[in-house]
């Protein structure tokens, strides 16, 4: 049986050599070509490696690289830094025993993070490590619609970003950006733990609805965490765009805290304020009748 490390180590290394053409690596390209990027054989020629052991790298037949060899690999594959550790955590974890048993639990918030959560007064959610939402506060629920309303079980923000019927998205400028970030994080989780069934779960079902999920899925890029700006478009108030950052949460592996904050004395940070009383607003009536 394949080890599940190695055969995402040659999945990785497959996908990052399709992107190489012979010219990027100051190669005579030749004849016609039949692959998409470089041979196999030209790639191991570059990293100073025989062709049939980077055939069964590839292959995720049982190999050992050691560390010259994973950073001869990074060099010929022109790996940025974060592309550059997640070829080292594949590799390290295929040279180990699979354990026998591993702890699939439930995900939990810590209760000081829940408390974290209700003091910041923007816009805060936890994502799992597998981007399953876990907790929010007041103003992500004013920003992105009340996370209690979506069928059990489909409160995942990959999910999500794949369901039109659900976010209405697809005609976003920066969709697709938006859909890697989330595919590449969770290719980072898989890194650690490919057997796991939450991430079975997630990528077996939207590889088999979604075209563009196998697609985008297959480039293997990797987002250790996000750090970006993201344009919302609310009823009522316009469009708000936030800067996005995520911070990993201590004693919980995977899981991040998402906040989204505005730029202070701007026009985003005035529509944040007029979402966030709009949102009391509402809220009012409920919270009233639920205290008789």
Known sequence: MTHPYARELGDFLRARRSRLSPRDVGLEPGGRRKVTGLRREELALLAGLSTDYYQRMEQGREVRPSDDVLDALAAALGLDDEERRHLFTLAHAARRPMPARVDHGPEKVPDSTRRLLRVL???????????????????????????????????????????????????????????????????????????????????????????????????????????????????????????????????????????????????????????????????????????R
């Open 121 to 291: 007064d923007t816009p805060a959610i936890v994502l799992g490590r597998h981007l399953d939402v876990l907790a929010w506060n007041p103003m992500a629920e004013a920003l992105l619609g009340d996370p209690d309303a979506y069928p059990p079980g489909r409160l995942n923000m990959l999910q999500l970003m794949f369901d039109d019927a659900l976010t209405g998205e697809r005609s976003c400028p920066d969709w697709e950006r938006q859909a890697l970030d989330c595919i590449g994080m969770m290719r980072a989780a898989v890194a650690t733990d490919p057997t796991h069934p939450r991430a079975i779960a997630i990528v077996g079902e939207l590889s088999i609805r979604s075209a563009e999920f196998r697609r985008l899925w297959a480039r293997h890029d990797i987002r250790e965490s996000v750090s970006d700006t993201k344009t919302f478009r609310v009823p009522g108030v316009g469009d708000i765009t936030l800067a996005r950052d995520s911070y990993p949460l201590p004693g919980s592996p995977g899981a991040v805290l998402l906040v989204f904050t505005a730029e202070p004395d701007t026009p985003d940070a005035d529509r944040l304020r007029l979402l966030a009383s709009l949102h009391a607003t509402r809220s009012a009536p409920a919270d009233r009748h639920s205290s």
